[in-house]
Nanobody, 119 residues
Framework: QVQLVESGGDLVQAGGSLRLSCAAS????????MGWFRRPPGKQRELVAQ???????NYADSVKGRFTISRDNAKNTVDLQMNSLKPEDTAVYYC?????????????WGQGTQVTVSS
């Protein structure tokens, strides 16, 4: 029904920048929020940044001031600009789209894109 495709992951040195992009396609409607999660090696998935349909934004404390999320509702895309990257940012990054609201909500996920930051 809904497909999410991420791009932009790469290997970069500490202090560098990357821009991740996510394109959604299919029968998409009633979007509550779009965002990015990540799973560092050996750790659980964690929220990086999200933007709601109303335009409000939430960031993990660890990325505030360095990452910026943006969206284009007309094109169903969401991007994550990542600056001043640190080795701790190394993870698989996943695009997320939430449809509806609790309790009748559903999450769609992309396949993930690898971000590796070398010291």
């Amino acid at each position: 029904q809904v497909q999410l495709v991420e791009s932009g992951g790469d290997l970069v040195q500490a202090g560098g920048s990357l821009r991740l992009s996510c394109a959604a396609s299919g029968s998409i409607s009633s979007v509550t929020a779009m965002g990015w999660f990540r799973r560092p090696p050996g750790k659980q998935r964690e929220l990086v940044a999200q933007i709601t349909s109303g335009g409000s934004m939430n960031y993990a404390d660890s990325v505030k001031g360095r990452f910026t999320i943006s969206r284009d509702n007309a094109k169903n895309t969401v991007d994550l600009q990542m600056n001043s990257l640190k080795p701790e940012d190394t993870a698989v990054y996943y695009c997320n789209v939430r449809i509806g609201s609790f309790p009748f909500h559903y999450d769609y996920w992309g396949q993930g894109t690898q971000v590796t930051v070398s010291s």
